[in-house]
């Protein structure tokens, strides 16, 4: 079975600072992908950045970076210079390559990030 | 190229009444995924079609819930007789193969059921 845990509801950013939002993740496929989404007020899910667990590299979208660090079971979202647009849910997702994961997402909690102007 | 596209948005029901969600995917994909999102929650994996097979049906509830991905036409998703506790955000999402981890899925806007 696969878990996502995102252990912070509600997180305050000032507007062109950077944020962190956690994400640890629980798996026994040996290969998976973490991928973070964008929920705004409005409701659509937004694909934000994808991580492969052998990419050797973090994986990096404009001001969006994932700090992924395997040993930890971590895959940490880094927003760069917060934007009043960036205020909205924000969840982890992952897929693992087989038997009952294969296919699914299964996602996080989610983190709720408000941006102060 | 359209993205999947959701209807209705909005669906109200009584207690009792059947719900049918409609999901089409974006043009070329043949995987569909239908997710929940109750108030306040994380989206749950529902259900995964491909045209005309269920792949993996392992998060719909046992009773009362379906769903149908047939060779032509949209995917269904289907509650009967439904209850104050299927008001919810479904969503629908998309991808054209499953075997690359890193296949993105396409969402749909959901479809938001309130069960009255």
């Known amino acids: 079975a696969q878990k996502i845990t995102q252990t912070q509801p509600g997180m305050f950013v000032q507007e062109k600072e950077a944020v962190t939002l956690d994400c640890t993740y629980d798996t026994s496929d040996p290969s998976y992908g973490l991928f973070w989404y964008k929920q705004p007020s409005s409701g659509e899910m937004i694909f934000l950045i994808y991580?492969?667990?052998?990419?050797?590299q973090n994986a990096t979208e404009g001001r969006y970076s994932l700090n992924f660090q395997k040993a930890r079971k971590s895959a940490n979202l880094v927003i760069s210079a917060s934007q009043l647009g960036d205020s909205a849910m924000y969840f982890c997702a992952m897929r693992g390559e087989g038997g009952t994961s294969y296919g699914k997402l299964t996602f996080g909690q989610g983190t709720i990030l408000t941006v102060h102007p | 190229n359209a993205g999947v596209m959701q209807n209705p948005r909005h669906l109200v029901r009584r207690r009792g009444q059947e719900a049918r969600l409609r999901c089409s995917p974006m043009k070329g994909h043949s995987h569909v995924y239908w997710y929940r999102q109750l108030p306040e929650e994380g989206l749950k994996f529902m259900v995964y079609l491909q045209k005309e097979n269920i792949i993996d049906e392992s998060g719909m509830p046992k009773e009362r819930f379906s769903a149908e991905f047939p060779k032509e036409g949209p995917s269904i998703l289907r509650i009967q007789q439904v209850v104050r506790g299927d008001s919810a955000a479904y969503f629908c999402?998309?991808?054209?193969?499953?075997?690359?981890?890193?296949?993105?899925?396409?969402f749909g806007p959901g479809t938001r059921l309130t069960v009255l």
């Open positions: 999402a998309s991808s054209p193969w499953t075997h690359a981890l890193g296949g993105e899925q396409f």
């Open positions: 991580q492969g667990s052998y990419d050797q």
